[in-house]
């Protein structure tokens, strides 16, 4: 089937009490990978790429294959755009196909804040595309900021409900506690205020930071409302290492078709993890109520 907006996606896990994991790829076999892992469990999914890896495959290109992708598939699929603060380059991958965009303004104040992410939701709505915005701001790539220390960063309750009125945005990212990459220690997520955010804000919540965060926090966190996890950097890794080891074993492997299939297959074992640590495994068929 066609690539399909994340907005019905996420309101159907938001209110059936799931997540859905969107899962960034940075390569044609990555994305082959956790499409099989969505198929094999009948799960929903979200394919996200980076600004940077738009940047180095081209937006055309990750839209072409994950069309692709989807249209061999039962399970529907949305294609999304991660962290962009470049209102151009969001335009262009609308252009190129993606279903999903992430305006990331959190870095402005809140009147800014408003003004982009309406200004992106505009533009999307008439394509039929979801929105993501970010409230406060999530720890950066580097496990290092000590959230209970920096309480400013945290997205405000009151602040949210006032900034999904304003801009009319179909998903909210507020900063909770996770951080983007490895924790060193167990992350110190804020789960009142997810409690309290969902309490005033009834668009599907988006939990960034996925790779790492033990399975009874993440349960914890869907059953407050966050209906969508972001995972990066672990799925890299596994990626990454399992190359690693065949070269390990045989340095003078030359073959792509051969160096890839086992790190295939192991992001694949892991994206099917996080599936079911989000309880999306047998839902594919939950957004079509969600559908207008
Ligand atoms: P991780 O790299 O920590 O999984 O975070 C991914 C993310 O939130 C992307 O937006």
């Known amino acids: 089937m066609a690539l399909v907006s994340s907005t019905p996606l996420l309101r159907a896990a938001r209110a059936n009490g799931y997540c859905i994991g969107a899962f960034n790829v940075h390569t044609l076999e990555m994305l082959q990978a956790v499409v099989e892992a969505a198929e094999e469990l009948q799960s929903p999914l979200i394919i996200q790429s980076t600004v940077g890896t738009v940047k180095h495959l081209g937006a055309d290109y990750i839209a072409a294959a994950a069309t692709v992708a989807s249209n061999r598939s039962s399970v529907p699929i949305a294609l999304h755009l991660d962290h962009c603060s470049d209102f151009d380059l969001i335009v262009q991958c609308i252009r190129a196909g993606y279903s999903s965009v992430m305006i990331d303004a959190s870095h402005h104040s809140f009147a800014e804040n408003v003004r982009q992410t309406a200004k992106v939701v505009e533009v999307a709505r008439a394509a039929g595309v979801n929105v993501e915005a970010e409230l406060g701001k999530v720890g950066g790539v580097e496990d290092e900021i000590v959230v209970a220390e920096n309480e400013a960063l945290m997205a405000d309750p009151g602040e949210c409900a006032e900034f999904v009125r304003l801009t009319g945005v179909a998903t909210l990212a507020p900063a909770i506690g996770t951080a983007h990459g490895i924790y060193k220690g167990e992350p110190k997520i804020d789960f009142d205020r997810i409690r309290a955010i969902a309490a005033k804000v009834d668009v599907p919540l988006v939990l960034h930071g996925g790779s790492g965060i033990p399975e009874e926090q993440v349960k914890r966190c869907v059953s407050l409302g966050m209906a969508k996890m972001n995972v990066a950097t672990e799925l890299r890794i596994v990626f990454s290492d399992a190359i690693k080891e065949v ?26 993890e996080k599936m079911r640590m989000c309880g999306s495994t047998g839902r594919a068929d939950d957004y079509r109520t969600w559908l207008k």
């Open 247 to 272: 070269f390990a074993a045989n340095p003078e492997e030359n073959d792509p078709r051969k160096y890839m299939v086992p790190a295939k297959k192991q992001l694949k074992l892991a994206a099917m």
